[in-house]
């Protein structure tokens, strides 16, 4: 069952939510963290196929900042070029506290643990949310300008995932490097890299999606799941 609701943020006002629940007693919980396109399709069939797996999932729409429900298609330019100015003003600490809200959503729902899984923007919100949350287990994919925030991979105390394409457009081969020369020897993040992948490739619709890389990535994210959320 999946259903828009709101819930409350950390501070004043509440915060839209796409919320998809499993049909049984939720394993645990997980936070979707959207891309730069807002709470599109693609990121409600994230939540849909976490809760067929048996969690419930949730994800908040960040871009309440400017105005609820904002969708957009990375594959038509005039809203691939909002998509980009909405992230240049984004503040990405609020976003961070609107995800912590929906991790404490999720605890007052009954989760034992909960997690979050972000894409793109969403990657990197996912880094910072392993390092400035509660988040039991933390995925991102693709995450941009990692290596601006370096300086607080000692904040992270419970296990990250990051997917890497190693052609990514957005994330140059000198920032790749970064990121490996700063986590490798981290212990709780492991970091894979997707050969001659561009970023996006794990999409669940349109023109990024390479099927092989996407479903390899996903595969690892649900055993990293499936482990530290049981």
Known sequence: M???IRIDGLNEGTIQAYVARPADTPKSAIVVIQEIFGVNAGIRRKCDKLAEAGYLAIAPDLFHQFEDGIELDPDVQPEMDRALELMNDFDQDQGV???????KWCRAQGAAKVGAVGYCLGGRLAYMTAARTDSDATVGYYAVGVD???REKHAIANPLMLHIPTEDGFVDKETQ???HNGLDDHPKVTLHDYADMDHGFATEFGERRSEDCAELADSRTMAFFQQHLA
């Open 2 to 4: 999946s259903e828009t």
């Open 97 to 103: 506290r609107d995800i912590e809200a929906a991790i």
């Open 148 to 150: 601006n925030l370096l």
């Open 177 to 179: 490097q970064a990121m």
